[in-house]
């Protein structure tokens, strides 16, 4: 029998619980990254790590793995920007994704889900009118939104979760333009460079993993080309944009919204979070959700089943 950390929450998933049954699980979904070193480092017999991004609120890497017997890291996401790749590399532990398991993750439409959800609340704005009311006030004039219907959505990033919410803005009627550099195929999409994408749309949704070339690739020089009064949804990492420049357009009203499901401190503390401080102190048209994209039950059954499974081929 294995004997596997699990560093993120599955109690309220029943199938994902009885798999990992088969072997001898810890159970330590709201440890720290000091206290896991210190865990792992008094129980030599570990080799496993079961995790996934949306909860872990720290990277692994050194700090957490040094001196420890871990030799896997499974985690139930294709995001891997909270795992230390190059340390795991140097050090033989292999990493564990759902990335390439296309037969998977090509049936999981969450995270576009809520893309679209958050694109709706930007567009009617839902979150800064209920704050309103909340308030007891009753009018509706700050609040005129707009209507989808015949607006231009530029899609960044045309993979399985950008292809899902090309085909929702669609089915409402809206223009769908496209840029991706790795893929020839779109269906019916208009593919344009990254440029007209930028001055031609209303909406900008973000569909791409992040590396060396989409790092704050949403920065002042691309936010400058944008329309004004448009819109950003990033459901991709928070590292794509600099948020930074996100705060000046919103304060300057360049950009009318901006809604994200991850931020770029998601693995630090997020009291450290320019964008949390800038939404406390301000009534900008901005929605933040704590990476819960993914976090459907019928997505996390699927995702994290077929993630925890992968255990009974492991040596």
């Known amino acids: 029998m294995k004997h596997i950390i699990v560093i993120t929450p599955i109690k309220h998933l029943n199938d994902v619980n009885d798999e990992l049954k088969k072997h001898i699980i810890y159970y330590k979904p709201d440890i720290t990254s000091l206290e896991l070193n210190s865990f792992l480092i008094n129980n030599l017999q570990i080799e496993y790590i079961f995790t996934n991004p949306n909860k872990q609120g720290f990277k692994l890497n050194e700090n957490n793995l040094k001196n420890t017997n871990i030799k896997y890291i499974n985690t139930a996401s294709t995001g891997l920007n909270h795992i230390d790749l190059e340390y795991c590399n140097i050090n033989n532990i292999q990493v564990l994704s759902l990335t390439t398991d296309y037969e998977l993750i090509n049936n999981l439409p969450s995270t576009s889900e809520l893309a679209f959800g958050l694109m709706i609340s930007l567009l009617r704005n839902i979150n800064t009118s209920f704050n309103s009311v909340k308030k007891y006030n009753?009018?509706?004039?700050?609040?005129?939104g707009r209507q989808i219907k015949n607006l231009t959505i530029g899609i960044i990033g045309f993979g399985r979760l950008g292809k899902i919410m090309a085909n929702f803005c669609y089915q409402f009627g809206m223009n769908v333009l496209v840029y991706d550099p790795y893929i020839n195929s779109i269906n019916n999409y208009k593919k344009i460079n990254f440029n007209e994408l930028l001055i031609n749309s209303d909406v900008i949704s973000l569909h791409v993993h992040v590396n060396d070339s989409t790092k704050y690739m949403i920065n002042n020089d691309v936010l400058q080309k944008m329309k004004n009064n448009s819109y950003i949804i990033n459901t991709s990492r928070g590292e794509i944009v600099n948020e930074n420049d996100i705060i000046t357009y919103l304060k300057n009203n360049k950009l009318a919204g901006y809604a994200t499901d991850v931020i770029e401190d998601e693995f630090n503390n997020i009291k450290n979070s320019e964008l949390i401080k800038f939404c406390n102190s301000n009534n900008y048209n901005i929605i933040i959700t704590p990476h819960v994209g993914g976090?459907?039950?019928?997505?996390?059954?699927?995702?994290?089943?077929?993630?925890?499974k992968k255990f009974n081929y492991l040596i």
């Open 138 to 144: 009753w009018n509706y004039e700050p609040f005129i």
């Open 295 to 308: 976090m459907t039950i019928e997505g996390q059954n699927k995702a994290f089943l077929w993630a925890a």
